[in-house]
Structures are given as structure tokens and as C-alpha cells.
């Protein structure tokens, strides 16, 4: 195997291997049938590995190329004029001349430039993208979503509308034109290899195989894409090798001579062989080739824990890509895919005997667009050069003023004099100018017809006569007068769909071998906001989810599991629609008033205004949750029955909340009974206690009153005069009475 140029091991030098008696002989092919055969289709019959020499390469290389600039002669130099008639050539080189000898005007109103821009234009206004879609039983419709969000994202960095359109307008102009698939390293200090998506300025420089049958070029078994390397650049490369030029060019090539001081031709050279592979299928499920199994599978498989359910041998593509000189070959790598990276974009293709013609709207326009021309260029002639109408003037008049006279016709004079004179008897009127020479109506009439025939061999209406503007001012025959031309060109972006379909397929099948290891990149969403995933090729799962305790959960994609097909849809951008949604939503709403509060937050959402997501937020809180349900169609059976098993939880959970709630309510009003118990034995008590107060200060009253009114009595009592008693006798008794 040799060194990868990219990484090489040893100082980066391809050396030729080594001339071996057996590397002098033909090695079977399939086509032959294994004996050998001269079309240069190595097919290796069995898993052995072979050195081929690097002189049968070139050699296969050189036939190749010579059949291919032979059979795509005639397209080329039809091209090459069919761009320098757009590009403003459109007189025939010797009638130029004669006229340019003869000092007449040689006029150029080019309106192929309209035509071509109506067409490409048109696709770049309604852009096709690339759907992914999940095929088989392994494939993940979130997963989908992630590959067309790589998709977006290889697009963007790799500035593929520039590729697209350069493509269409080869295409639209001379029939045919290039996009290449490329691998290129995602920065300089990184290991990590990206795609993109290149561009193909110069058709010509491609020379893809012509024996291809489909119009994508999907199956072409080799192609070229060729340069010039400035001479200095090339030493620098490879110092030790001979800049000796590759010796074969083409039609519309820019360096058609090969051999020059300054510069040397270089080849890009892709070619597909085929080995023959088995295909084995496991007891447990497992489906692969054989020679890929693990060794923990291998030792399964001799110990017998694992058997073969089936096997057969395949013949399996395997894309070789070298890089050549006249002599060398610079470099070699096996290409990851198992196709030519060059995606031709066509026109019309018109094959006859098996001879194909390519052609784009230019060529069938030359004639009317060079009658044009012509007549336009006659009209001017007879205006410009025909003589300015001469003075009528009586004999006489102008005697004296002749000079003057003679000079009116080149200069402007603020009056002319004259004489007046008499014919008759009668004066003479004064000097008059002949009318004008008017243009033929032929003339006119013809370069009217030459426009309308570039109108009907383009298919596209821009200008409508004027017999048909006074029928066509309404909205609807105006569009019906645009979907006219677009009918009549729409085969050039169906053609673009096939090939962008077809590059969308070698992308599906790249991707999971460029992107095997595991590694954060950024994904594009459909309304162009980045997203950050991980890719992890040992998940068990095409698409799952990380949680994170520092943030939220990340997505996991593993892309090589699941089995994935492509479509191309035409269509306005997302920006594009999003406005035109607003628009027709917000005439929906004008339409049917009452329907404002249940849309408001979907009409804010299509806004393109800074804060209408958040009012779109603020304005669906306040929507009946009813309407925010999805309709059960659009959701999965797995999510349908959970939940229903959640509505079932949440209704016994509602049942028991209206039991806790009836509970509440008899224990509350048990609490309020027995509030009101208290109440009223806390007032009967507090009254009980006043009263008892009440009474206990009667009685220290009346007590006080009492003691008051006895202490009066005393008081009066000491104060009034005792009586005297009456003289007793000795020893007689004192009267009680008394």
C-alpha cells in the first residue's frame, strides 16, 4: 500500500515499486470472465493484494482520456461557441471585418444574458435542498434529522451555493457543468477530516466517462478533473520528480498546449476497481464482509458459539484517485466512497446513434439573437447615415446667405435669413424642410419577429406584444404568463434535483466513514440555527440523549447505523416562507376575525421581528390548553398509550383529590362548629366572670356601705350625751332594761 501523501510515514517520496516477473502480466477481470482482458478493469478475483505497475496506470489513464476528449469533441467546441455567443461574439468574424473596413455599425444588443439570468435566477430565488429520510427498520427519523443538519452545515462551510450556481449557469449556457465532492481537513491543527462541496469554475477542465448512462453520472467508472501547477509550485512539491507536461488536451480547455516554461499540467485521475468480497450473515443477527468480522468474532466463530447463517461473494467498488504528470504519478489514495466524486449537471440531452449532444438555451437562440442584430443594426444605419432632408427655397432667396444656408444641415443657427421674393406677382413662401426618411416597416417588423422567435426557442416570456397587453393586465393571467416560462425552462432544475439527489447519496455514504470517531461538530436546524451534537460511533442507537448535570442534555448520533435515502425538493427559503406564511396568516385573520385569539401566538411566531418569540410564548399561556393538544394522528402508538396511561393516572389522582377536597370540607365545617362552641363558652364564661365581678363589687359595696353606715352610728352615738343613771342603792343591781 502506499504512502498517504497527507500523512506520509517516510519523507513523503512516492517511489516506484519494485519490477516483479509476474507484475508483467494482465490480471483477470469480470468481464472477460477471469482470463484477462485489455479495457484496464483490474477485478481481483479474491482478497490477494497486487501492485500494479505505474506504467500500465498512466497507460490506462492516457486511453481513457483520448476516448473521452474524442467522443466529447463536438459538445466541447459547440459549448465554447455556444459561451462566447453569450459573452457579446455573435457577428461572424468576416462580415465584422467587412463591415468595420466599410465603417458601418456592427451592432450588439445581446438578450441571451436576460434569458440565462430568467432561468438561473428563478433557481436561486427557490433554492432545492436535500431531505434525508430513514429507510429500514434501523433507521431513526431524528436521526435523519440529523444527517440533513450536517448536510446544511458541510453546505455552509464549504460555500456550496457558489458550486450550485456556477454548475447551473454552465448548464443553462453550454449543456453541461461540474460539482465536486472533496475531503479536506477541518482545520490545520486538527486530525479530524471534513467534507465539502467544490466548485468547478471552468467545465472543461472535467472529463468524465462517456459511456455513463444516467444523466447524474452516477455510473461512471472513471473521470478527470484537470490544472496547470505554476512550475515553481510544482518543484516546491516534488523537487525530485520531472515537470514534463501531460500531453493530451481538449476542446474549451484553457491549456490545451500542454507544454509551456511557465507551468505543468497536472491530472486528477479517479478510477473504480472491483474486488470480490464475502458477505456473511450471522446467527445473531450480525450482517457484514467477512474480512472485517472482529477477532473476538473470529475466535466466536472457531469455537463454534457463532455460526454462519449464510454467505456469498460480491463484487465490491473500491475508488482509486491519483494525481499525474506526463510521467509520474505524484500521488495515491483510496478514494472513501464507492463512486466518481463528480456530479455532472446537464441540460438537454439529445443522444442519436448513441452519440449524445448536450445543449443549453443558448444554442437554439443564436439565429433569432443574430437577426436580431442584424435588423436593429440596419434600422440604426438607415437613420444614422441616411442624408439630413434638404431646404425648398424659392431661386433668389437665400442670395447674399448662401454660406449660412449651406452649413444649416451641420450647425445649429439661433435664425436663417432669406430674401423675399415674388413668384407671379405673389410673395414667395419662405424656405421649408422635406420631411424626414422614415424606416421601412419591413425593418421594424423583422427585428419584432426575431424577438419573438428568441421567446419561442428559449421557452420563456419576458415581454408580452402589445396586441397582448390589453388582455393580460390582470394578477392572474400575469402569473399564468410566468407559470408559461417556467414550464418552458423547468427541465434545467429537475436536472439539478437528479444531480444534487445524487450527491446528497455519495454524502449519506461518506459521512459515516469521515465521521468515526467520536467528536462534538455543528449542525444547521431548518431555520438556519446552529446546533451542537455528539457523535458517537460505538452508540448502540442511531439518536439518543446525554443528560448532563451542569446543563441540559446533549443529542447523540451514531451515523452509521441505519440505512438512510435522499430527495431533492424545490422550493423559496425558510426565511422566504416564514414571511409569506405571515402574510397569508395575517390575511386569514382579517378574513375571519374570530379566529385572532386561538392563532396570535402562531402569527407572532412567523414574525420576523426581534422579541416575537417571546410574545408568541407570552400569547400561548393564554390559550386554552385544549388547542395546544396534538392531534393524536401525528403521534407515535408507543407515546399514544402512555398517554393514555398518564390521563388514567391523572383522573384517579383527580378522583382522590375530590374525595380530600369532600373532607376537608366536613372537617372544616366540624371546625367551624366547634369554633363556634367555643366562642360561645368563652363568652358565656367571660360573662360569667363579669357577673361574678359584677356581684363581688355589689357586695364589697354594700359591705363598705355597711361598715360606713355603722361607723356613722358609732360616731353618733359617742357623740350624743349619755343619760345619767339613777342613784342605787348599796349592793343593788343595775336595771337590764335601762
Not at 502506499?2 to 512516492?14: E, M, V
Not at 466599410?102 to 444574458?113: A, E, G, M, S
Request: aromatic fraction near 6%; proline fraction near 6%.
Amino acid at each position: 500500500m502506499a504512502n498517504n501523501p497527507r500523512d506520509p510515514k517516510d519523507d513523503g517520496k512516492i517511489k516506484l515499486p519494485q519490477i516483479q516477473a509476474g507484475m508483467n502480466k494482465r490480471g483477470p477481470t469480470a468481464s472477460d470472465g477471469g482470463k484477462g482482458g485489455d479495457d484496464g478493469e483490474w477485478t481481483w478475483l479474491g482478497r490477494q493484494k497486487f501492485e500494479e505497475k505505474d506504467a500500465d496506470i498512466l497507460a490506462r489513464a492516457r486511453s481513457r482520456f483520448e476516448r473521452t476528449a474524442t467522443s466529447e469533441a463536438e459538445n466541447r467546441k459547440r459549448a465554447e461557441d455556444d459561451l462566447k455567443f453569450r459573452d457579446g461574439q455573435q457577428w461572424p468574424a468576416d462580415v465584422a471585418a467587412q463591415r468595420n473596413m466599410d465603417k458601418r455599425p456592427c451592432l450588439t444588443i445581446n438578450k441571451l444574458n436576460t434569458f440565462v439570468h430568467l432561468i438561473t435566477n428563478d433557481i436561486r430565488m427557490n433554492r432545492p435542498a436535500m431531505n434525508v429520510s430513514p429507510v429500514g427498520e434501523r433507521g431513526d427519523k431524528e436521526a435523519a434529522k440529523m444527517f440533513r443538519g450536517l448536510i446544511r452545515h458541510i453546505e455552509r462551510a464549504s460555500a456550496a451555493d457558489i458550486a450550485y450556481d456556477t454548475a447551473t449557469d454552465n448548464q443553462v449556457t453550454n449543456g453541461f457543468g461540474y460539482i465536486r465532492l472533496l475531503l479536506d481537513w477541518e482545520s490545520p491543527d486538527s486530525f479530524h477530516q471534513v467534507l465539502r462541496i467544490g466548485r468547478v469554475r471552468n467545465p472543461f477542465t472535467v472529463y468524465l466517462d462517456p459511456d455513463r448512462q444516467q444523466p447524474d453520472g452516477s455510473d461512471s467508472r472513471f473521470g478527470f478533473v484537470t490544472e496547470v501547477m505554476p512550475l515553481d509550485e510544482f518543484k516546491a512539491l516534488w523537487p525530485d520528480l520531472s515537470p514534463s507536461s501531460y500531453d493530451l488536451g481538449a476542446i474549451g480547455d484553457k491549456w490545451k498546449e500542454w507544454s509551456s516554461k511557465d507551468g505543468v499540467r497536472v491530472c486528477e485521475y479517479y478510477e473504480i476497481t472491483h474486488e470480490t468480497r464475502t458477505l456473511v450473515e450471522l446467527d445473531n443477527g450480525f450482517t457484514g464482509w467477512a474480512d472485517e468480522l472482529d477477532d473476538k468474532v473470529k475466535d466466536s466463530l472457531k469455537a463454534k458459539r457463532l455460526t454462519y447463517r449464510r454467505k456469498r461473494e460480491a463484487q465490491y467498488p473500491k475508488v482509486m484517485h491519483y494525481k499525474l504528470t506526463a510521467i509520474d504519478i505524484l500521488e495515491r489514495e483510496e478514494w472513501i466512497g464507492s463512486h466518481i466524486p463528480i456530479v455532472p449537471v446537464i441540460g438537454d440531452e439529445i443522444d442519436i446513434g448513441g452519440k449524445v449532444s448536450l445543449r443549453g438555451v443558448v444554442r437554439d437562440a443564436k439565429g433569432p439573437q443574430q437577426m436580431y442584430n442584424y435588423w436593429r443594426t440596419s434600422e440604426t444605419e438607415l437613420v444614422a447615415l441616411a442624408p439630413k432632408a434638404p431646404y425648398i427655397v424659392e431661386e433668389g432667396q437665400i442670395e447674399g446667405h448662401e454660406r449660412q444656408w449651406k452649413n444649416a444641415n451641420t450647425r445649429s443657427f439661433p435664425y436663417l435669413s432669406y430674401k423675399g421674393t415674388s413668384v407671379a406677382g405673389r410673395p414667395a413662401p419662405p424656405p421649408q424642410r422635406q420631411p424626414s426618411p422614415q424606416i421601412p416597416a419591413g425593418v421594424v417588423q423583422a427585428a419584432q419577429s426575431a424577438a419573438q422567435d428568441m421567446m419561442a426557442t428559449t421557452g420563456i416570456r419576458f415581454d408580452a406584444t402589445m396586441q397582448e397587453r390589453m388582455t393580460d393586465e390582470s394578477g392572474r393571467a400575469i402569473r399564468e404568463l410566468r407559470r408559461t416560462s417556467d414550464i418552458g425552462a423547468f427541465h434545467y432544475a429537475d436536472n439539478l434535483n437528479r444531480s444534487l439527489r445524487w450527491l446528497g447519496e455519495q454524502l449519506l455514504e461518506a459521512i459515516p466513514k469521515v465521521y468515526d470517531e467520536e467528536r462534538v461538530v455543528t449542525i444547521l436546524r431548518e431555520d438556519d440555527q446552529e446546533e451542537q451534537i455528539k457523535i458517537n460511533p460505538a452508540a448502540n442507537a442511531a439518536y439518543g440523549e446525554q443528560k448532563r448535570p451542569d446543563a441540559g442534555p446533549v443529542k447523540i448520533f451514531n451515523p452509521k447505523i441505519g440505512k438512510y435515502g435522499v430527495t431533492v425538493t424545490i422550493g423559496e427559503s425558510y426565511a422566504t416562507k416564514r414571511i409569506e406564511a405571515a402574510e397569508q396568516m395575517m390575511a386569514f385573520v382579517k378574513a375571519l376575525p374570530n379566529t385572532a385569539a386561538m392563532v396570535a401566538d402562531l402569527i407572532a411566531a412567523e414574525m420576523d421581528w426581534p422579541g416575537a418569540e417571546k410574545i408568541a410564548s407570552r400569547l400561548a399561556k393564554a390559550i386554552d390548553p385544549k388547542l395546544l393538544t396534538p392531534d393524536q394522528k401525528d403521534i407515535s402508538p408507543q407515546v399514544q398509550a402512555l398517554i393514555q396511561s398518564l390521563e388514567t393516572q391523572v383522573k384517579m389522582l383527580q378522583g382522590e383529590l375530590q374525595q380530600a377536597l369532600a373532607a376537608v370540607k366536613d372537617k372544616s365545617e366540624d371546625r367551624d362548629i366547634a369554633r363556634e362552641k367555643i366562642t360561645a363558652d368563652f363568652e358565656a364564661k367571660i360573662l360569667a366572670i363579669v357577673q361574678k365581678a359584677e356581684a363581688e363589687r355589689s357586695k364589697q359595696e354594700n359591705e363598705n356601705l355597711r361598715a360606713v353606715v355603722q361607723h356613722v352610728k358609732d360616731l353618733t352615738m359617742h357623740l350624743m350625751p349619755k343619760p345619767q343613771e339613777p342613784e342605787r342603792e348599796a349592793g343593788e343591781e343595775p336595771d337590764e332594761n335601762a
